[in-house]
């Protein structure tokens, strides 16, 4: 099923989802949490090392109640798409993806950044549980396209980097406990006119510029 192109009145349009350390059990939340008519494709990146058996996407399939898949080149499908292990994706206007290895960081940036501009104010951007600071240079994307930011608060989550850096951007419109992901990616797609009553105007001080670039012992740890 092909996406429609940007839509400006910020209609959502697809909902990315990343995470790292601790995000089966965070995506498994998230996931289980949507009803079977959640009407937004849903597309899943979480850091994890290829050559060993892929069980992301039967822990989501059996978590959940829509329909789950392994992202493949072509046509954005309703439900889940969750991206293979060290694997991005390029997002086009017309509902499609192509694959593409990620960085040795994690592939959240390109990917976010990629559906920011697709779909502009169409993308819902959540950050979940991870290490180091994927992500944060995709919200900035997003806010600049007139997108919106979730992530889960940086007390609740296992590993709070990814989440802590996304909010440090001040792109961030909500920092939630984990339970509270769904309903609010329910608010947002299906509530009428909830993604006005909920957004949250970026503050004067927000960066959302390029970010600098991470110190080289960080890059050298990579992300895990």
Do not use: K, N
């Not at 939340?29 to 290829?50: I, K, N, S, T, Y």
């Not at 608060?153 to 920092?175: F, I, Q, R, Y």
């Not at 947002?188 to 959302?208: H, I, K, N, Q, R």
């Amino acid at each position: 099923m092909a996406l429609p192109s940007v839509d400006t009145r910020g209609r959502l349009r697809v909902v990315v989802l990343a995470a790292s350390s601790g995000g089966v059990r965070a995506l498994g939340a998230v996931v289980g949490g949507l009803p079977a008519d959640f009407p937004v494709p849903v597309l899943v990146v979480q850091h994890r090392g290829p050559g060993i058996p892929d069980m992301l996407g039967d822990i989501l399939r059996a978590r959940g109640r829509l329909p789950v898949h392994t992202a493949t080149a072509g046509p954005l499908r309703p439900g889940v798409t969750v991206l293979p292990a060290r694997i991005t994706a390029d997002v086009d206007r017309d509902g499609g993806l192509a694959l593409r290895p990620a960085s040795t960081l994690g592939g959240a940036d390109h990917l976010f950044t990629s559906a920011a501009t697709a779909y502009g104010a169409g993308v819902l951007a959540v950050v979940l549980t991870g290490r180091l600071i994927d992500g944060a240079e995709g919200v900035r994307a997003v806010r600049r396209a007139g997108g919106r930011v979730l992530v889960q608060h940086p007390d609740d989550a296992e590993a709070p980097g990814m989440p802590s850096a996304a909010l440090a951007t001040g792109c961030v419109e909500h920092a939630l406990p984990l339970p509270l992901i769904a309903p609010a990616m329910v608010a947002y797609a299906m509530a009428p006119g909830g993604a006005d009553l909920l957004a949250v105007p970026v503050p004067p001080w927000a960066s959302l510029g390029p970010p600098r670039p991470l110190p080289a012992r960080a890059q050298a740890a990579g992300v895990a």
